[in-house]
């Protein structure tokens, strides 16, 4: 189970930090993310932090922006968040058990978090 926190309001330029808590999985053994989606818009992948060795890959849209991390010893997720934008606002999912196949995904077997809010005002 995942439980995403964190989310919020904040105005343009700046920041949040999202949380997210697993239980009955270690969240390290699986390549882990985030996912948003916004009103009226498919959903997004990112950022993503692989199991092994714990490398990252970030969508273009936060790069540079955003920074995944994993804490191993309290089994969380974390996505921090700086120079938000409007653009930004969004349901950020967490995810475990991501496949790439020419994008991101999530296995049939994998995990969501029921999802925080974010909303970057202008």
């Known amino acids: 189970q995942l439980q995403a926190s964190g989310g919020g309001l904040v105005q343009a330029g700046g920041s949040l930090r999202l949380s997210c808590a697993a239980s009955g999985r270690t969240v390290s053994s699986y390549h882990s993310g985030w996912f948003r989606q916004a009103p009226g818009k498919e959903r997004e992948i990112v950022a993503v932090?692989?199991?092994?060795?714990?490398?990252?890959w970030y969508a273009d849209s936060v790069k540079g922006r955003f920074s995944i991390s994993r804490d191993v010893a309290k089994n969380t997720l974390s996505l921090q968040m700086n120079s938000l934008t409007p653009e930004d606002t969004a349901v950020y999912h967490c995810?475990?058990?991501?496949?790439?196949?020419?994008?991101?995904?999530?296995?049939?077997?994998?995990?969501w978090g029921p999802g925080t809010q974010v909303t970057v005002s202008s």
């Open positions: 995810v475990a058990d991501l496949r790439w196949r020419n994008s991101w995904y999530v296995r049939p077997e994998g995990y």
């Open positions: 932090i692989i199991s092994s060795g714990g490398s990252t």
